[in-house]
């Protein structure tokens, strides 16, 4: 570094923030979502709008991308049903479910990644699940 450089020291305290990090349950890393899709299940409304809360899942490989990206679609597909008392069809949570819940990784066309991105960014996607590049470019 130069000797004159400017040095800035600023909090970066984000109090509407919250990071949380668990340890890999037994039964796997799919295991690790059934509470997050439990309580988004809560919060849903009728027409499939979850109140206030954005995730971000960050997965190591592409294929775990779509792997939990599938699991919690269908641990929240589930709990809608019976939060319904069965008034929903799987089919129909399932989509309400996936229309909540994005994939976003390299090998997905530009179209499809910058769809998901602005939906995550302007709320219409609650849940992003990503490679670690999501947000860098």
């Not at 400017?6 to 340890?23: E, G, H």
């Not at 037994?26 to 979850?50: C, D, H, I, S, Y």
């Not at 709320?123 to 992003?128: A, R």
């Amino acid at each position: 570094m130069h000797p004159n450089a400017t040095i800035a020291k600023k909090s970066f305290d984000r109090p509407n923030l919250k990071i949380v990090i668990k340890r890999k349950p037994q039964n796997g890393p799919r295991g690790a979502f059934e509470p997050l899709a439990e309580e988004m299940a809560k919060t849903m409304n009728a027409k499939g709008a979850v109140s206030g809360k954005s995730t971000i899942v960050y997965c190591a490989t592409r294929k775990e991308v779509e792997d939990i990206t599938a699991a919690i679609v269908s641990n929240l597909a589930h709990h809608l049903v019976r939060q319904s008392n069965n008034a929903l069809t799987l089919d129909d949570a399932t989509k309400l479910a996936s229309s909540n819940v994005r994939p976003y990784h390299g090998a997905m066309s530009i179209p499809h990644r910058t769809e998901a991105h602005t939906d995550f960014l302007i709320g219409k996607v609650t849940i992003i699940v990503a490679t670690v590049a999501f947000g860098m470019g």
